[in-house]
């Protein structure tokens, strides 16, 4: 069994080695024994702000198996409508193909729903066509081409 739940500073390590735990995360992220600076302050920033929400899936003995963001964002087209971004979705490779991912994608999309969004958004690398295909299969629609410009 499992639980979902806010992350916790506790949870930072785990949470790094879930992002860096395919082919594009090993490429990104830097996996140690003490976090980079840089995902503290992170950690700090998105804890701090109320329209964020790291989040941990928890097997029975509380190891971190799972990680998402969610981003609330208020926005005034649609008559002013919320919206949920969901990103860094992350599932250990041993839970994968468990029914883990689609709990944790209901879960979050819950807490949207509970914060007034009214809809839900989240993008994949097209590097990542069975992950398209989970989306898909939760009801998620290509609707719009999403673009990206590194700084």
């Not at 930072?12 to 600076?37: K, Y």
């Amino acid at each position: 069994m499992y639980s979902f739940r806010p992350a916790g500073s506790s949870d930072l390590i785990d949470i790094i080695a879930l992002l860096s735990d395919d082919d594009l995360g090993a490429t990104r992220e830097i996996v140690s024994d003490q976090p980079d600076a840089r995902y503290i302050a992170a950690f700090e920033a998105i804890e701090s702000d109320a329209n964020q929400l790291l989040a941990v899936a928890a097997d029975a003995r509380d190891r971190v198996i799972g990680c998402l963001q969610l981003t609330f964002i208020p926005g005034l087209s649609r008559t002013g409508m919320w919206r949920g971004q969901i990103e860094s979705v992350r599932i250990a490779r041993e839970s994968r193909g468990s029914g883990l991912g689609t709990d944790f994608i209901e879960w979050a999309v819950a807490r949207c729903a509970e914060r007034g969004c009214g809809l839900v958004q989240l993008t994949s690398d097209k590097s990542r066509p069975d992950s398209i295909r989970f989306y898909e299969k939760l009801g998620f629609v290509a609707s719009h081409e999403g673009l990206k410009r590194s700084l």
